[in-house]
């Protein structure tokens, strides 16, 4: 398919229409099919942007039985196409009912080639936003900071700190909610270090009981304790010349922060029941949402503890606070599940982005992953609505009454969600405001937007 032009595939049994839409679309490459069997060959090998379906395809050309399920098998094959079903004149319901399938439109007989060629053109338009969108996706995933999706400037100014200090051996605490992406940062702090290719050790402190967690941490020599029948190295040993992530450091029993401390100062452990000192090298990265300082003052954390595993201190914001995070994250999370799931869902509803949006998001990343994993699986239509979210609406805190300053905030938030529903695209942004894209792109460097 060496031409510049468009692909579109027809699928239609009936050769005079066949000859009809050729004619008169002529400006597009055409691939043409008759049945099913054939309509999906040229899905896999051409995927084509759009398609035109006819609902009558044999064996059932009088009514929608075939071309229903070929609309559900190609959807399934490539659910970027935009497919435009052709029904009978009187057909509307079953014009419908291939709608909630995830066609993206329906056009009725008879054949009317202004009117077909002005749907074809929209939804070329449709599908290369799409794509745009996801190029910008996939570029942010390109970033050095792999994984990572943020347009917050808070969220991306930590990803710099992380990739400045990675390189370095300081000791990393990363503060944060539970689900902010704590445990994430600290394998980009390994990935981007040069102990990338030596162990990453992460243990829970939170999660093991208190009268394990010391030789879990430390390691044993036989006949340390009742059971203990042979030398086990401890996690801190195990990741000699990797980097250990201490998650939920803020749980550490005192008895063991002691313990902690003198390791992190000499850099030697001592298994239980053992003699001598081990020399461990290992970069630490440790983690917790709980407030520290809060923890020190009631006597549960030691001062001289924290300051060894804050060499440097980052705060992870909470995704209610990052602007335009909520719906780039959920378009993101929304692609890789329907890929998953072999599901062919066109977005989300504008109140179901309303939801995502307003919600407070109290267990972060971590739950809109779980709400759009959940609402992937559930949704009944084409398109994730508020009741597949299942979350109730929050309203905001209060702003402020100066007007100017309650005007300039109106109108930055609307660039940023503009921004984050438009998944990034600026042309599609500008028109969610109703402002020309230069205009756009003047708001944006006002408000020192990226
Ligand atoms: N900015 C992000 N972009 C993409 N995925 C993210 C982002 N932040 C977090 N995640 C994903 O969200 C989930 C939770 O992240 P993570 O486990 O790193 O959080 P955490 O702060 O360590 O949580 P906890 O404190 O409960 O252990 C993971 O599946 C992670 O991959």
Redesign the pocket.
């Known amino acids: 398919m060496s031409s510049t032009k468009k692909t579109l595939l027809l699928v239609e049994d009936d050769i005079g229409l066949q000859k009809q839409v050729r004619w008169s679309l002529e400006g597009y490459e055409l691939l043409v099919a008759g049945d099913r069997e054939s309509a999906l060959n040229q899905i896999r090998r051409f995927e084509p942007p759009v398609a035109i379906l006819d609902l009558g395809l044999p064996p059932d050309p009088d009514g929608a039985s075939e071309g229903l399920a070929t609309l559900e098998q190609m959807l399934a094959l490539a659910p970027g196409t935009k497919v435009i079903v052709v029904t009978g004149n009187q057909d509307r319901e079953n014009a419908v009912r291939a709608i909630g399938l995830g066609a993206y439109d329906f056009y009725q007989k008879p054949f009317e080639p202004e009117m077909l060629s002005l749907i074809i053109g929209r939804a070329f338009r449709l599908h290369d936003l799409e794509q745009e969108n996801r190029r910008l996706l996939a570029n942010h995933q390109e970033s050095p900071m792999q994984?990572?999706?943020?347009v917050d400037p808070q969220?991306l100014k930590v990803c710099r700190t992380v990739e400045k200090v990675a390189p370095s051996d300081a000791t990393v605490l990363l503060l944060?909610e539970?689900?902010?992406?704590?445990?994430?940062?600290a394998r980009s702090l390994h990935d981007l270090s040069t102990r990338l290719n030596q162990k990453f050790v992460a243990i829970n402190c939170a999660a093991i009981p208190e009268n394990l967690l010391e030789s879990e941490l430390f390691g044993y020599e036989k006949g340390a304790f009742t059971g203990a029948t042979k030398q086990t190295i401890g996690k801190i040993e195990y990741a000699n010349s990797g980097t250990l992530f201490l998650?939920?450091i803020g749980d550490l029993p005192m008895s063991l922060q002691a313990k902690l401390l003198r390791f992190l100062q000499e850099r030697v452990i001592e298994r239980l029941g053992g003699r001598g000192e081990v020399p461990v090298d290992v970069r630490v990265v440790c983690?917790t949402?709980q407030k520290l300082h809060e923890q020190i003052k009631d006597g549960r954390f030691r001062e001289d503890l924290f300051y060894r595993i804050s060499e440097i201190t980052v705060n992870?914001p909470p995704l209610r606070d990052r602007e335009g995070d909520p719906t780039l994250?959920a378009h993101?999370f929304l692609d890789k599940f329907s890929q998953q799931q072999g599901r062919a869902l066109r977005g989300f509803s504008q109140d179901a982005l309303t939801v995502i949006e307003s919600h407070n998001w109290p267990g972060?990343?971590?739950e809109m992953?779980n709400v759009i994993k959940r609402a992937v699986i559930m949704a009944e239509g084409s398109q994730i609505s508020d009741a597949d979210l299942g979350l109730t609406h929050f309203e905001g805190e209060s702003e402020p009454i100066n007007l100017r300053q309650v005007r300039d905030e109106a109108e930055r938030k609307a660039v940023v969600r503009a921004m984050g529903r438009a998944n990034g695209n600026v042309a599609q942004a500008a028109e969610l405001l109703g402002v020309s894209r230069p205009t756009l792109y003047d708001l944006v460097s006002r408000y020192g937007l990226k």
Request: charged share 25%.
């Open positions: 994984g990572i999706i943020s969220m944060g539970s689900g902010t992406g704590k445990e994430l940062l998650d939920e983690a949402h992870i994250l993101a972060n990343v971590r992953e």
